[in-house]
Antibody, heavy 117, light 109 residues
Framework: QVQLQESGPGLVKPSETLSLTCAVSGYSISSGYYWGWIRQPPGKGLEWIGSIYHSGSTYYNPSLKSRVTISVDTSKNQFSLKLSSVTAADTAVYYC??????????WGQGTLVTVSS | EIVLTQSPGTLSLSPGERATLSCRASQSVSSSYLAWYQQKPGQAPRLLIYGASSRATGIPDRFSGSGSGTDFTLTISRLEPEDFAVYYCQQYGSSPRWTFGQGTKVEIK
């Protein structure tokens, strides 16, 4: 059973970079899956941010691509998200997840990141 | 970009009733790449249906999915108290790779 746990600051200042890490347990990142990030602004729907394969190849949402970097650390069995130049519109619950062509199978519990000075 | 439009926005029903949720795509979607999720307040979404009609592990058989092309449906045959939640459809395709509908809230009437 794949388990995912997000971690990182809950408060980020406008114009700064949001950084989150997802620790994976119960499965080796190197074994497969696209490892993804999805966010949900308070009271709103779900938005896919981007995904990375264990080899390092990435897919990003075009609407965020210029500000997003996703990386993987197979030695620590974790992957990370960086979102630069944040504004209040980036305030959301951020989920890490396994994103496959058939579905998003496994989700972390989510972490709320608030952008505020 | 494929846009998924869910209807209705809110469905008000009583326990024991049948719920029919719609997901319409702006372009044809492969049935293999259409999924449904349930989300309760304060929780992560939970996968219900993948491949348009296959139930995920542990999902009760009162949940069923159907459809093809641009029109997909999630049906809950008899609503249980724990089924009142928000439901999202999602597709995998070309850029952006993973997109979600805006959600349908099933609330107690």
């Amino acid at each position: 059973q794949v388990q995912l746990q997000e971690s990182g600051p809950g408060l980020v200042k406008p114009s700064e970079t949001l950084s989150l890490t997802c620790a994976v347990s119960g499965y080796s990142i190197s074994s497969g899956y696209y490892w993804g990030w999805i966010r949900q602004p308070p009271g709103k729907g779900l938005e896919w941010i981007g995904s990375i394969y264990h080899s390092g190849s990435t897919y990003y949402n075009p609407s965020l691509k210029s500000r997003v970097t996703i990386s993987v650390d197979t030695s620590k069995n974790q992957f990370s998200l960086k979102l630069s130049s944040v504004t209040a519109a980036d305030t959301a619950v951020y989920y890490c997840a396994t994103t496959t062509v058939t579905a998003v199978d496994y989700w972390g519990q989510g972490t709320l990141v608030t952008v505020s000075s | 970009e494929i846009v998924l439009t869910q209807s209705p926005g809110t469905l008000s029903l009583s326990p024991g009733e049948r719920a029919t949720l719609s997901c319409r795509a702006s372009q044809s979607v492969s049935s293999s790449y259409l999924a449904w999720y349930q989300q309760k307040p304060g929780q992560a979404p939970r996968l219900l249906i993948y491949g348009a009609s296959s139930r995920a592990t542990g999902i009760p058989d009162r949940f069923s999915g159907s459809g093809s092309g641009t029109d997909f449906t999630l049906t809950i045959s008899r609503l249980e108290p724990e089924d009142f939640a928000v439901y999202y459809c999602q597709q995998y395709g070309s850029s952006p790779r993973w997109t979600f509908g805006q959600g349908t809230k099933v609330e107690i009437k």
